[in-house]
């Protein structure tokens, strides 16, 4: 198997971005895809956390990180694990990093911020 993969193990990274309608959910959701395809992580149902669908809980209580990346400081992802029980996890909010919701576009370079400052929280 390719030292890649994320999911090979018992334990995998896992990647639950915000994917709200503003330009800054965008950003989010690309950044969790790009760690994805990079191998960094897995990017996981965050909607599944918020249903408390019981194999995706499970799986996210087994997970050996969890990284959370919000768009905007509503923090609407990390409030989500938070209210399902998670406490043990990174969270990336993209305000830190000077974007502001409305006023930045969701280009290769903005997500491939974010995916790296991710990247950072799950080594």
């Not at 918020?50 to 990390?78: F, N």
């Not at 969270?91 to 280009?107: E, F, R, S, V, Y």
Request: charged share 20%; with cysteine.
């Amino acid at each position: 198997m390719s030292e890649k993969c994320c999911a090979c193990s018992a334990a995998p990274k896992l990647i639950f971005p915000c994917s709200g309608a503003a330009d800054v959910g965008a950003i989010a959701d690309q950044a969790g895809r790009k760690l994805t395809r990079d191998g960094a992580g897995k990017m996981f149902c965050l909607a599944g956390i918020g249903g408390r669908v019981s194999g995706i809980m499970k799986t996210t209580e087994a997970a050996s990180k969890l990284l959370v990346i919000d768009g905007c400081p509503l923090a609407c992802a990390k409030h989500s694990l938070e209210e399902a029980g998670f406490k043990n996890f990174a969270h990336l909010q993209l305000a830190d990093l000077g974007m502001t919701k409305g006023n930045t576009p969701c280009t290769d370079e903005t997500v491939a911020q974010v995916a790296a400052a991710g990247a950072k929280l799950l080594a």
